[in-house]
């Protein structure tokens, strides 16, 4: 037997394209029917990109009274780039968004696993724990910066439970002391954000087949050799989106932050996005700003790029 077959006219055709009627016109077809979302969609991910690219190249503003498309007439080339290197303040602001990164990634991340330990078997009283512990995850950034702004006042509940514990007044100043801003504004955010950290991590554990636990328990292995050989290994994948999803987050964080302090006192608690807002807002050099949006953009396209190959090997 052949692996072609011959229509009524003596042609020959591919088996895929007898097994569908129509074979390649159809895929025009639907090619043509689709095309316009298609383009649509590339229109409405590449034109913001290219706008920016092109704005970084120039000294543009609004207050220079001329639209943005005829920012060319303010063109500088590279010198936005220049000046962004040579930045005290952009990477002052970088460092202090890498130093809530690295503390609050690992700290959500132990949280949310250790919570999906206690939670992958059943218990009473699982689904109205379950649910509370969602609860921070679903509230409005804004709100949750507000609670904690009012958390963290020198007479709110946390100086109240400190000064339980020590038999003595505590007026600690979170919000306006330098050194503790940071860590309050760190707190909030992994308050809100530890569950969703949790939920990703327990899916992941759900997901690993049962027999194989139960086989390891049969042949005597411990919990912890399960848990190191058989359940982790199987959500190495799951592990590597929780951590990407949020290491780009938190280059992104702003409303918790913003509420809170301001960026403040002085420059604390200023991350990179704060930085961006400041200087859009209440300094209007939008080309400049332009150059920083596209240098974060690179950043986390590479971090992006990294997740997806250590998928592909995983």
Known sequence: MTDMTTNDMGATASPQDAAVPGGSEEKRLGLWLTLPAQLLVIFIALFPILMQVYISLTDWSPLDGIPWYRAYELWIGLLNYADLANDPRFWSAMWRTCIVMAICVPVQFLLGLGLAILFVDDFPGRRVLYSTILVP?????????????MLFQSGGPVNDILSFFAG???????????DLALFATIVSD???WTPLMFLILLAGMVSVPQDQQMAAVLLGASWWRRFRTIVLPRMKTIIIIAVAIRVIEN????DNFYIMTGGGPGVATETISIYIYKVTQQELIWGYVAAIALAILIVLSVVSALAIKKLRSA
Request: glycine fraction near 4%.
């Open 190 to 192: 992994i308050w809100q």
């Open 251 to 254: 280059f992104k964080v702003f």
């Open 168 to 178: 003595r007044p505590v007026t600690i100043a979170w919000l306006s002391d330098p």
């Open 137 to 149: 995850m679903m509230v409005v950034p804004a709100v949750a910066g507000y609670m904690f702004f």
